[in-house]
């Protein structure tokens, strides 16, 4: 079952509320670029991309793009007032000193540890890891958004992941399509759980044990 428009934008929506005034953001490819369409006029935050941009705006419209303005990714971006270039040395030493206070990522695979497997798929075309490890070890806060289940309907959240490991222990946050489950120190807590869904279609879908919270939305 693939993901209807919908879908990704209710994941993303919901990603938005975990920003705050002030933050400065890295969102990773695929649902997490959507976010950014989510946050408040009132909450002022700077969008760091690892070329080498803070303050990455929204996206130009069609005829205005600027050659020489884009993601990480090669999208045309714009900027916002006080935005700042630099090398991409400079972008990944920001990540890497840990002043990014969230990253928003997309997985294959999260353990119930919170380890993230998200850059390859042995076997398939894969562009790099980008700054995917930097961003999964050094942010303050950790998000992944996903789908629940892969097409085949299996777990994407499980006990070990199989796939190769971007980091260990990273995650923070899952939202899927279907709940929202925190990674705390004592295993998976599920925190809300999507209208059309139970608790019980949560376990079902879901690879690994998790502690049901006491007030889930």
């Given at each position: 079952?693939?993901?209807?428009?919908?879908?990704?934008?209710?994941?993303?929506?919901?990603?938005?509320?975990?920003?705050?005034?002030?933050?400065?953001?890295?969102?990773?490819?695929?649902?997490?670029?959507?976010?950014?369409?989510?946050?408040?006029?009132?909450?002022?935050?700077?969008?760091?991309?690892?070329?080498?941009?803070?303050?990455?705006?929204?996206?130009?419209?069609?005829?205005?793009?600027?050659?020489?303005?884009?993601?990480?990714?090669?999208?045309?971006i714009t900027v916002v007032p006080g935005a700042s270039y630099f090398?991409?040395?400079?972008?990944?030493?920001?990540?890497?000193?840990?002043?990014?206070?969230?990253?928003?990522?997309?997985?294959?695979?999260?353990?119930?540890?919170?380890?993230?497997?998200?850059?390859?798929?042995?076997?398939?075309?894969?562009?790099?890891?980008?700054?995917?490890?930097?961003?999964?070890?050094?942010?303050?806060?950790?998000?992944?958004?996903?789908?629940?289940?892969?097409?085949?309907?299996?777990?994407?959240?499980?006990?070990?992941?199989?796939?190769?490991?971007?980091?260990?222990?990273?995650?923070?946050?899952?939202?899927?399509?279907?709940?929202?489950?925190?990674?705390?120190?004592?295993?998976?807590?599920?925190?809300?759980?999507?209208?059309?869904?139970?608790?019980?279609?949560?376990?079902?879908?879901?690879?690994?044990?998790?502690?049901?919270?006491?007030?889930?939305?």
């Amino acid at each position: 079952m693939g993901m209807g428009v919908s879908v990704r934008e209710a994941i993303a929506k919901r990603a938005a509320e975990e920003i705050k005034d002030g933050m400065i953001i890295n969102l990773g490819i695929g649902i997490p670029t959507l976010v950014a369409n989510y946050i408040p006029a009132d909450v002022n935050v700077m969008f760091h991309t690892e070329n080498g941009v803070l303050g990455m705006g929204p996206a130009p419209l069609k005829g205005e793009e600027d050659a020489n303005l884009c993601n990480a990714g090669g999208i045309p971006i714009t900027v916002v007032p006080g935005a700042s270039y630099f090398d991409s040395t400079l972008a990944f030493g920001i990540t890497r000193r840990g002043l990014l206070d969230i990253t928003i990522l997309g997985a294959f695979e999260v353990s119930e540890k919170g380890d993230l497997a998200n850059w390859i798929v042995p076997g398939k075309i894969v562009s790099g890891m980008g700054g995917a490890v930097d961003l999964a070890q050094k942010a303050k806060k950790v998000v992944v958004l996903m789908n629940h289940t892969d097409k085949h309907g299996n777990p994407k959240i499980v006990r070990e992941c199989t796939l190769p490991l971007t980091a260990e222990k990273c995650v923070d946050l899952i939202i899927t399509d279907m709940a929202v489950i925190e990674v705390t120190e004592q295993g998976l807590s599920l925190l809300e759980v999507e209208a059309s869904y139970t608790v019980e279609d949560v376990m079902k879908a879901t690879g690994a044990e998790f502690h049901v919270a006491d007030l889930v939305k």
